[in-house]
C-alpha cells in the first residue's frame, strides 16, 4: 500500500511555455500533499502544502503565480510551471500524507524539468 | 540552528557488512517523529522507517532498524548485512507536532552511501 504515482517522469519543453505535472496517491486517499523542489546533490526543498479544496500555502520565496498548485481530489494534486524558463528545471518531487499511526508521507518517482 | 543533522556526507562500506548512518535532532516539542528515506540514482524517495517520540522500543523493518537515542537525539539508521542495492543517498527527517493539520518534514542534508562488492 501508500502508492504515489507521478506524471510525467520526465519533460523537456521551452521556455515560455507552461508544464502540468500530476500526483496521484494510487491506494489511499491524501488530504494532504506536498511539492518539493530538488537541486542535483541537495537535499529535498518543500515549495507548497496543498489541501483537498482549499488553496495551497506557499512557502516563502515560492512564487504561487508562478507555480500552480490544485488539490481538486482526496487522490490528486497538480503542479503548473507557468511561463517556464531555464532557471525552472528541476527535479519535482510530490508526496501524499497517509493519516496512518505513523503519518508518514509517501513519495512519488519526481519529475525531471528541462527548459530549454 | 540546523534542526536536522546528518554529519556524514559519504560512506563507503563493504558489501555484507553492517551500516550506520548518523542522524541527530533538535526539537523542543515533545510529540515528534523521525523517518528515514533512501533515495537511489533514479530519484524516487523511498521510505525506509519511523519512529515515534514516544514509543518504547526502537523500529525494526527487515534489514533496517533505528538506534533511537532520546536523551542524545539521536537517531541512527542500522543496516544489516548491507548490499549492493543499498547504494543510495539517505535521508533523515523529522516531523514535529503529531498528526498536525499541516505538519512539514524538516530534512537533513543527506549521506550517499555506497557498497563495495
Known amino acids: 500500500g501508500a502508492v504515489v504515482s507521478q506524471h510525467p517522469s520526465r519533460v523537456i519543453c521551452k521556455s515560455g511555455t507552461s508544464v502540468k505535472i500530476e500526483c496521484r496517491s494510487l491506494d489511499f486517499q491524501a488530504t494532504t500533499m506536498f511539492w518539493y523542489r530538488q537541486f542535483p546533490k541537495k537535499s529535498l526543498m518543500l515549495m507548497a502544502t496543498s489541501n483537498e479544496g482549499s488553496k495551497a500555502t506557499y512557502e516563502q520565496g515560492v512564487e504561487k503565480d508562478k507555480f500552480l498548485i490544485n488539490h481538486a481530489s482526496l487522490t490528486l494534486s497538480t503542479l503548473t510551471v507557468t511561463s517556464a524558463h531555464p532557471e525552472d528545471s528541476s527535479f519535482y518531487i510530490c508526496?501524499?500524507?497517509?493519516?496512518?499511526?505513523?503519518?508518514?508521507?509517501?513519495f512519488g518517482p519526481g519529475t525531471r524539468l528541462t527548459v530549454l | 540552528a540546523q534542526k536536522i543533522t546528518q554529519t556524514q556526507p559519504g560512506m563507503f562500506v563493504q558489501e555484507k557488512e553492517a551500516v550506520t548512518l548518523d542522524c541527530t535532532y533538535d526539537?523542543?516539542?515533545?510529540?515528534?517523529?523521525l523517518f528515514w528515506y533512501k533515495q537511489p540514482s533514479s530519484g524516487e524517495m523511498i521510505f525506509l522507517i519511523y519512529?515515534?517520540?514516544?514509543d518504547q522500543q526502537n523500529a525494526t523493518e527487515g534489514r533496517y532498524s533505528l538506534n533511537f537515542q532520546k536523551a542524545r537525539k539521536s537517531a541512527n539508521l542500522v543496516i544489516s548485512a548491507s548490499q549492493l542495492g543499498d547504494s543510495a543517498m539517505y535521508f533523515c527527517?523529522?516531523?514535529?507536532?503529531?498528526?498536525?493539520?499541516?505538519?512539514?518534514?524538516?530534512w537533513g542534508a543527506g549521506t550517499k552511501l555506497i557498497i563495495k562488492p
Open positions: 526539537t523542543s516539542d515533545p510529540s515528534y517523529g
Open positions: 519512529q515515534g517520540s514516544y
Open positions: 527527517a523529522m516531523r514535529e507536532g503529531y498528526m498536525d493539520s499541516n505538519y512539514q518534514l524538516i
Open positions: 508526496s501524499a500524507r497517509a493519516l496512518r499511526s505513523s503519518d508518514t508521507q509517501y
